[in-house]
């Protein structure tokens, strides 16, 4: 933690204007970013809950923007799973040291994102299992809950399906939309939401604005290979964010 607070309010407010561009641009990180940035600053019960609500309103820009470009076709099972999945991880930690369970995910998403890149033409077929999606919506739910984490399943998951770009971001960017809502309530009902979390938010609220919207206008730019690469680098560079 620093004690300098012109290096704090820098690295406050980058990491939000950051965030914004990547959500802005991908659909999907902003709460990789912050995470990097802010658990550098602010206690991780404190950094989590400031992201989360960061995640709900970075996101949301975005998808409105995009409304009528995005295809929301794939999104309703994860939705509803995803938010049942929020209080459980709302209550694994209250109750448990995240340590071995970050740096078990960390591990498993730098392996997946290399096997990924070094496997270009291993895929899933498109017709997945509705089980199977609703199974990742609610470990995503938990995920979400837990860490601030949860748009990387299914993330995944549409990405190794090979889907269209719209089609995989119409699925994942309102699942972290509205499965924030859920776990803006849980943080809020348990206490987790304080004062100085507000006024954190009043602060970065411009920088999440102003680099979401740069994001947006580099997400038309952005063809279907490149898109695919960098949802998979921004899923390795979650995967060393868990771990460091």
């Known amino acids: 933690m620093t004690s300098d607070p012109v290096i704090f309010q820098f690295i406050l407010l980058f ?5 914004g561009v990547v959500q802005g641009a991908t659909g999907f990180g902003s709460g990789i970013v912050l995470n990097a940035f802010w658990l550098h600053i602010l206690e ?4 989590i809950s400031l992201n989360i609500v960061s995640c709900l309103f970075v996101s949301a820009l975005p998808i409105y923007k995009l409304r009528k470009t995005l295809d929301f076709s794939k999104l309703k099972p994860f939705v509803i799973f995803g938010v049942l999945g929020i209080p ?10 995240p340590t071995i369970f970050k740096t ?6 730098v392996l997946f994102s290399i096997w990924k890149f ?5 895929f899933i077929n498109f017709k997945s299992s509705p089980s199977l999606d609703k199974l990742i919506g609610f470990i995503s739910g ?3 809950g837990f860490a601030a984490l949860g748009g990387i399943l299914p993330t995944i998951w549409v990405n190794i399906q090979r889907l269209p770009k719209n089609t995989q971001r119409g699925t994942y960017e309102p699942f972290i939309f509205i499965t924030s809502i859920a776990a803006v309530l849980s943080f809020y009902f348990a206490g987790f939401l304080n004062l100085d979390i507000f006024n954190y938010f009043i602060k970065v609220l411009p920088a999440l604005i102003i680099g979401s919207l ?5 997400y038309s730019f952005i063809n279907e290979d490149l898109f695919k690469k960098v949802i998979l680098g921004l899923i390795f560079l979650a995967g ?3 771990l460091f």
């Open 104 to 109: 078990t995910v960390g591990f498993i998403l």
């Open 44 to 47: 991780p019960s404190a950094a």
């Open 142 to 144: 938990i995920l979400g």
């Open 88 to 97: 459980t991880g709302l209550f694994i930690l209250t109750l448990t040291d």
């Open 240 to 242: 060393l964010v868990l």
């Open 118 to 122: 070094r496997s270009k033409n291993i």
């Open 15 to 19: 990491g939000a204007f950051f965030a």
């Open 214 to 218: 740069i994001g947006v206008k580099i």
